[in-house]
């Protein structure tokens, strides 16, 4: 606002003030001219806007209000103490992310941010960061390096030492990238006009399964790690995405926009005859546990909202069963929950009021640990940044996506989760026992 106005505003203010009584309640006195008229209340919006900006980046520094057991371990509340994070920006802004209109045909806003499918399944903030316990300095890497465009989607192969994940670093449509783990350089192995994001290896390690909208919609594709041809899994009509491969890797798991239902539903395929293929119920963001034929996902409390929890469903003899109900909150949408390598701990996110950003994307979201039954939940992350997309390497560290770069740009991060871990196993063996009082006579005169 210019200094003109801001003194404008303040005289006018002061004049009403004296005139009503000092009740001034943002209206705009008689007798003002129509330009300043549009200066004043387009100053009271600005300021009205402030406020509910402040207003909501407050209420998100809060707790997350999980519902039924496994409470959280440790603390909540972000660590203040340790200051903005070294090298980051205190004015960085998030990037755009592209969102599906409400047909779910791909209608592209801008480069493809982090989901270029969003986070709540529909197919520019400032901030003054702090850093907590979990992901300060010592405990933090970053992995990639672009300064344009964003790097997402990550995930890593069973040695842990090669990490594919999308990308727009160098056009506005995402291509699959492979980097070895602390290296500078980057392969490009997909080069299609196209998107192509959510890759996944297998587990030996020789295959890498994606989604793609190359065919016009989205669908699953296959083909080598090392590169080549890509082998199209689905071609329905409706949109499928975010294969899982099986811990033997002959089966993926996906999801797939089920146009008669209006919402997201889990399909298993046999990667030998991919016309075979299984409903196993609503959900999104499926993920198969590598020694077990569990799926792990997010299912909304009701169709069509962002209120998401943490669902865990068996498999038996490929019949879906025993749908259980993880990790819920009454104030955060949990969404993007994946396994640890050995099946004993799941990550995920939290975004406080999800239904407050009109974005795809949210500007502010924490990455969280718990155990596979849902107890002993920790926070890894803190701060007014998006950490999103968290995922596991074999070595127990976990890797995601954030903002919190110079560049205000998605980057893939790294920390390292076994403080943590075993913050979770704590809380969720409970308390130690104590040791029985010894029974001593009471003195008597």
């Known amino acids: 606002m210019s200094l003109r106005l801001y003194l404008l505003t303040l005289s006018v203010a002061a004049v009403f003030l004296i005139q009503n009584g000092c009740q001034y309640n943002g209206s705009i006195p008689s007798g003002t001219s129509d330009k300043t008229k549009a200066e004043l209340a387009q100053f009271i919006q600005e300021q009205q806007d402030h406020r509910e900006a402040a207003r909501l980046a407050e209420r998100r520094r809060g707790p997350v209000d999980f519902q039924g057991a496994g409470e959280t371990a440790g603390t909540n509340a972000p660590d203040r103490s340790a200051g903005p994070h070294p090298g980051s920006n205190p004015d960085s802004v998030t990037t755009t992310t592209p969102v599906l209109n409400p047909g779910y045909a791909p209608a592209y806003t801008g480069r493809p941010a982090v989901?270029?499918?969003?986070?709540?399944?529909?197919?520019?903030?400032?901030?003054?960061?702090?850093?907590?316990?979990?992901?300060?300095?010592?405990?933090?890497?970053?992995?990639?390096?672009?300064?344009?465009?964003?790097?997402?989607?990550?995930?890593?192969?069973?040695?842990?030492?090669?990490?594919?994940?999308?990308?727009t670093r160098h056009r506005d449509t995402a291509d699959i990238y492979i980097k070895r783990v602390g290296a500078a350089a980057v392969t490009q192995v997909t080069n299609d006009p196209a998107n192509d994001v959510m890759p996944a290896f297998s587990p030996d390690g020789s295959k890498i399964a994606f989604a793609s909208d190359r065919a016009g919609n989205w669908d699953i594709y296959v083909m080598d790690a090392a590169g080549g041809k890509p082998i199209q899994i689905t071609s329905d009509p409706t949109h499928d995405i975010h294969p899982s491969f099986s811990p033997d890797g002959t089966q993926l798991v996906y999801c797939t926009y089920g146009a008669p239902s209006g919402q997201w539903e889990m399909v298993v395929v046999d990667l030998n005859s991919p016309a075979s293929k299984k409903y196993i119920g609503h959900g999104l963001f499926p993920s198969w546990s590598p020694n077990a034929d569990t799926i792990l996902f997010q299912r909304a409390r009701q169709r069509g909202t962002r209120w998401f929890s943490i669902w865990t469903l068996d498999l038996i003899d490929g019949d879906a069963g025993a749908p259980t109900e993880l990790a819920a909150s009454a104030n955060a949408a949990c969404i993007t929950p994946q396994w640890s390598s050995d099946g004993r701990n799941i990550v995920f996110c939290t975004v406080i009021d999800p239904t407050a950003d009109e974005t795809q994307r949210p500007t502010q979201a924490d990455v969280w640990l718990m155990k596979a039954d849902g107890d002993g939940r920790v926070r890894m992350t803190s701060g007014h940044y998006a950490n999103l997309q968290p995922v596991w390497a074999p070595d127990g560290s976990i890797f995601f996506v954030s903002n919190r770069g110079p560049e205000g740009t998605d980057n893939i991060w790294s920390l390292r989760s076994d403080r943590a871990v075993q913050l979770a196993e704590n809380t969720a063996a409970g308390p130690a026992p104590q040791a029985p009082t010894a029974n001593v006579p009471t003195p008597t005169d």
């Open 115 to 167: 989901g270029a499918l969003g986070l709540y399944g529909q197919v520019a903030p400032t901030h003054r960061p702090n850093a907590s316990p979990m992901d300060g300095t010592g405990n933090l890497r970053r992995v990639t390096m672009t300064a344009e465009g964003a790097d997402f989607d990550p995930h890593l192969d069973p040695t842990g030492k090669l990490l594919a994940y999308a990308s």
